[in-house]
């Protein structure tokens, strides 16, 4: 586990999109996920998910979907700035 994590304001966000996201779902979210909370392009997502998992802030199993696992404290996590909208019925 990462502590005293340093990371941009964007990354945090990113974060804590992922932990709450697994943590309301049971599963972590697809890069499509992420591409739809937060407005961008996959590129943006993908260089994003690359980006956290060099500086050690998340793990993923390469070629496995939905593998990304947050490595920073949950109370190191800042809060996100809006909502986490479900749409569908999860059986």
């Known amino acids: 586990m990462a502590t005293s994590a340093s990371f941009t304001e964007i990354q945090g966000q ?7 996201y697994s943590l309301v779902m049971g599963q972590p979210p ?5 591409q739809r909370f937060f407005g961008v392009t996959p590129p943006s997502v993908h260089n994003m998910v690359k ?7 998340i793990t993923r199993t390469p ?4 593998s990304i696992a947050v490595l920073v404290p949950e109370d190191e996590l800042p809060r996100l700035r809006q909502p986490i909208k479900i749409t569908g019925t999860r059986y």
Do not use: K, V
């Open 14 to 20: 990113y974060l804590a999109f992922i932990h709450a």
């Open 30 to 34: 697809a890069e499509a996920d992420m």
């Open 51 to 57: 980006t956290l998992e060099r500086l050690r802030l």
């Open 63 to 66: 070629r496995q979907a939905r």
